[in-house]
């Protein structure tokens, strides 16, 4: 009877070791662990978007979809890792020829990006990410990033 209440108190603790270390990871969202995913990123006023950070697993087939609830137009523009500076800096130089690119530069560094949306509209794309990471995005859209 002894081992037995042992072996049980043993499997109890192993139970709530992994409760508190589940507890102690990251609060990420549903969609941004899954390898097929949908997320809508809704851009919000105060040149905002509603989602802070995107964190993907590797290969994941994501839809996203742009849902513009500011008064303004805006783009999104998903970069690789340490790239958004540089890439709003290229987007910053295309001047004239920017309206027609939606603002976004011809960029190896650029990954997915929508045209841009309009107040009220919205747009989606589909793209897949080979890496793990955590992919930095902004609008490119003039005076905004």
Known sequence: MNLILKVLTCRVNY????????GSLPQWSR????????ITMKVLGGLQFDTPRLILKPNTRVTLISD???????????????SRLKV???????A????????VPTSPLVLANTKIVEPGDMETITFTLEKAGQYPYV????GLS
């Open 15 to 22: 139970i709530f070791l992994g409760m508190t270390l589940l």
């Open 68 to 82: 513009n609830h500011d008064d303004m137009a805006h783009n999104f523009v998903l970069t690789k890792p340490s």
């Open 31 to 38: 969609a941004q662990l899954l390898s097929d995913t949908t």
């Open 139 to 142: 609008c490119t859209y003039p």
């Open 96 to 103: 004239e020829r920017g309206a027609k690119m939606n603002y």
């Open 88 to 94: 709003v800096e290229e987007a910053a130089k295309l």
